[in-house]
């Protein structure tokens, strides 16, 4: 079966520029997660979705960042007026989400932005 | 704030030998524990987790012990092999919110042959 896969692989931006990532998650998985990895650094909570609803959007570095999830499928994170420091990769992941449990997550690849 | 933290940045261990990572954290409702291995331009992948009410945990080479007194785990590898070598990141969660997950900062494990 398919994994987790995110478009596209890799961005390069220009400053100020909106970028949309793109995230499809494990068919049947209804936890999503969204996570920024800077550069020698670890990975960082953005926001994460149960369904279509996004019940803690704490991670979200500043008001440029915004995520949606449909269908309870695919998911889009968009950065508005990229800023340079906003280059990192972004990693996408799902779980099953039956009950009161942490499940593993499966992430896809990643989306390496490059903010110039 | 670091939640979960995992203080060596980088280990390295000759292949055979016993591979020791560890992770500390700070919440004490966290009562759920996972690590995941990195290799290069891939995800994450689930590797071992371990529940509060357990202090060790074992699958194959792989053993996940936990002191929770000490608000500390750890990972031991044995044998370590060569393909091990990644970036190893502990995880944590509390079951009053168990869908947000706290990822430390990883180590970066080399297995010298």
């Known amino acids: 079966g398919a994994g987790v896969s995110q478009s596209p692989s890799n961005k390069v931006t220009e400053k100020g520029k909106d970028v949309e990532l793109r995230c499809d998650p494990i068919s049947g998985h209804t936890a999503l997660y969204w996570y920024r990895q800077r550069l020698g650094q670890g990975l960082e909570f953005l926001i994460y979705?149960?369904?279509?609803?996004?019940?803690?959007k704490s991670g979200l570095p500043s008001d440029r960042f915004s995520a949606e999830r449909t269908g309870e499928s695919v998911s889009t994170l968009t950065i508005q007026r990229t800023q340079q420091e906003d280059s990192a990769v972004y990693l996408c992941?799902?779980?099953?989400?039956?009950?009161?449990?942490?499940?593993?997550?499966?992430f896809g690849p990643g989306t390496r932005l490059t903010v110039t | 704030d670091q939640q979960v933290k995992q203080n060596s940045p980088s280990l390295s261990v000759q292949e055979g030998r016993i591979s020791i990572l560890n992770c500390d954290y700070t919440?004490?409702?966290?009562?759920?524990f996972l690590w995941y291995k990195k290799y290069p331009a891939e995800g994450p992948t689930f590797l071992i987790s371990?529940?509060?009410?357990?202090d060790k945990n074992e699958d194959g080479r792989f053993t996940v012990f936990l002191n929770k007194s000490a608000k500390h785990l750890s990972l031991h590898i044995v044998p370590s092999q060569p393909g091990d070598s990644a970036v190893y990141f502990c995880a944590a969660s509390a079951s009053t919110s168990y869908d947000k997950v706290i990822f430390g900062p990883g180590t970066s494990l080399s297995v010298i042959p």
């Open positions: 919440n004490s409702m966290f009562d759920y």
């Open positions: 979705f149960q369904g279509n609803s996004a019940p803690d």
């Open positions: 371990i529940s509060s009410i357990k």
């Open positions: 992941a799902s779980s099953l989400d039956w009950g009161h449990k942490t499940y593993e997550q499966y």
